[in-house]
């Protein structure tokens, strides 16, 4: 029988919370037979969304938490001075191992200041970034790091390559993943210091598949499955992605509605439209791993959608069971 894989989900996280992380917990248990999730938050609100549901009572339990991080609080403030919060709380249900992983909707900054100081590096690791899967023609390439560190140097984009490889190929399946550095130009003398220090760096790394500068308008063709870059500028890619697919959807619609002839045309190709347009959702991907810690910690969007939710958590029975981190650890050190 597979092992057990122990989920604490930050259930007062998020926009829509608790609603959405208690749908998404009951939706995943009922997908994932290796799976027990633990919903941290304020108990009566909690257990108050759960009855609304039918579901294996011994796959979920809840874990009380009286207090709530907020998205505009200082985070090291807020860690430090909000113990019985439910980020802390499950943050440190993974550093005592109660539990394998852990999945946010809420304060990124609490999240990774919390996966630091709490959950902890792995040796040997120097910066952990956050890595989304992002989607492009060819399927999904990783962007790491979008968020975690804003001024990362060029030896810690080398090894963010090469969590990046161990995680596209343990998850997602690839056999020797490219990896494209984020650069204004394709040249190798172009780029601002960091990206011309690291260049050499990761063209001499002999453990990762380097094919050289990556442009941000290549990146949606898929021309890289692992796109390094520190995260200043990987958190702006994310962005100009998400907004430009939102702005792309409503010029869509308008379009398709704005006379009799283009309403016949939607209705006609709805079906095929949905199922391609589907391919673009970043909700099924659910959300960043912050990877090279000691434990899981997965960061979804404070808008996420129950199923985001979902599939952050299913994603950390994945990621566990292929033991990602005492993967990365070995990558690290050779």
Do not use: W
């Not at 001075?81 to 191992?97: E, F, L």
């Not at 709490?118 to 492009?136: C, E, F, H, Q, S």
């Amino acid at each position: 029988m597979a092992e057990i894989v122990r989920v604490a989900v930050d259930a007062m996280g998020g926009d829509n919370a608790p609603y959405v992380t208690v749908k998404g917990a009951v939706d995943a248990i009922k997908e994932s037979d290796n799976l027990k999730v633990f919903l941290v938050g304020q108990k009566a609100k909690v257990e108050a969304e759960l009855s609304k549901y039918q579901f294996d009572s011994n796959k979920i339990e809840v874990v009380d938490a009286t207090e709530v991080i907020e998205m505009a609080e200082p985070p090291v403030m807020a860690i430090r001075k909000k113990k019985d919060s439910s980020i802390v709380k499950a943050m440190y249900m993974v550093n005592h191992g109660e539990a394998d992983a852990y999945v946010s909707a809420g304060s990124t900054g609490a999240t990774l200041v919390g996966g630091q100081v709490i959950v902890g590096r792995l040796k040997g690791v120097d910066r952990a970034p956050l890595a989304p899967l992002i989607p492009t023609e060819k399927g999904s390439s990783l962007l790491i790091d979008c968020g975690a560190n804003v001024d990362a140097r060029a030896n810690h984009l080398v090894q963010f390559a090469k969590m990046g490889t161990v995680y596209m190929e343990n998850i997602m399946g690839i056999k020797n993943p490219t990896v494209g550095i984020v650069n204004i130009g394709a040249e190798e003398e172009k780029g601002n210091a960091l990206v011309k220090e690291t260049f050499p760096l990761l063209k001499n790394c002999p453990d990762i598949n380097f094919i050289g500068s990556i442009e941000a308008r290549d990146i949606p063709a898929g021309y890289a499955d692992i796109i390094v870059c520190e995260a200043f500028t990987g958190n702006v890619i994310l962005k100009m992605y998400e907004g430009v697919a939102k702005s792309l959807m409503h010029v869509i619609k308008k379009s398709l509605l704005s006379s009799f002839k283009t309403k016949i045309g939607a209705l006609l190709i709805k079906k095929d439209l949905k199922k391609t347009l589907s391919n673009y959702s970043m909700d099924q991907y659910g959300g960043a791993p912050m990877l090279g810690l000691k434990g899981l910690v997965v960061k979804t969007h404070g808008s996420a959608s129950d199923i985001e939710v979902k599939n952050s958590i299913l994603q950390c029975v994945t990621f566990t069971e292929q033991r990602i981190s005492e993967k990365i650890s070995a990558k690290i050190s050779e």
